[in-house]
Each structure stands twice: as structure tokens, then as C-alpha cells.
């Protein structure tokens, strides 16, 4: 599945940005989705995920009670809800699909989006 994330952009902190990630196949129901990010010179790191029935979500501890991630069916997109955004969240932002259901792991993950930006900076 092809998958276009965006929704970037810069953030002063304390504010919010609403990431998509829009995927090509109608198939799109069958997939569980993750979000990933990666801040510059640090490996990419899991941020949350969503079970393909929309029914279960995961998060990183760091993220956790700030971030929401929700799911499109009808729409074949996954979004990622950011609140309370520290300057330690700038990173790329990744989505990502699956057919397995270890979804916090990154080696889990067949496809995946080009990134998009966010930085969070006043």
C-alpha cells in the first residue's frame, strides 16, 4: 500500500498539529497503521498505533495522554492528534502499515509513508 503523510509544519510549544496519512489501496481496513518519528541524528522511534478494526491503540510512554491516533476506514486515512507539543517531539513524522500485529516494532511494518516534518520551536 502507498502511503502520503502530511500535515507538518512548525509549532511554537504547547500548541497542537493534526497529522494524515492518506493510503491508495481500498483494501485499506485491513492494515494495521503506526505512526513513527525520527529527530535528527536519533534512530526512528514508535510513536502510536491502531489496530485495523479501530477497536485497540498503543502509545510510547513519551507521547502518551498528548497524542491521538484515530482511523478513517471510510476515508482509507489514519491521523495522528498532537497536543501539548514539547520541542523534544521535532522529529520527521512516518505512518506506516501492517498486516502482523507486533505494531510497535518497526521491523513489523511492510510500507511506508515519505515523512513529514514537524518541528516545535518558539
Known amino acids: 500500500v502507498q502511503l502520503q503523510a502530511s500535515g507538518g509544519g512548525l509549532v511554537q510549544p504547547g500548541g497542537s498539529l493534526r497529522l494524515s496519512c492518506a493510503a491508495s489501496r481500498r483494501t485499506f481496513g485491513t492494515y494495521n497503521m503506526g505512526w513513527f518519528r525520527q529527530a535528527p541524528g536519533k534512530e526512528r522511534e514508535f510513536v502510536a498505533a491502531?489496530?485495523?478494526?479501530?477497536?485497540?491503540?498503543w502509545y510510547s510512554d513519551s507521547v502518551k495522554g498528548r497524542f491521538t491516533i484515530s482511523r478513517d476506514n471510510a476515508e482509507n486515512t489514519v491521523y495522528l492528534q498532537m497536543t501539548s507539543l514539547k520541542p523534544e517531539d521535532t522529529a520527521t513524522y512516518y505512518c506506516?502499515?501492517?498486516?502482523?500485529?507486533?505494531?510497535?516494532?518497526?521491523?513489523?511494518?511492510?510500507?511506508w509513508g515519505q515523512g513529514t516534518l514537524v518541528t516545535v520551536s518558539s
Open positions: 491502531i489496530s485495523r478494526n479501530d477497536v485497540n491503540t
Open positions: 506506516a502499515a501492517s498486516t502482523k500485529f507486533a505494531v510497535t516494532y518497526e521491523s513489523t511494518y511492510d510500507d
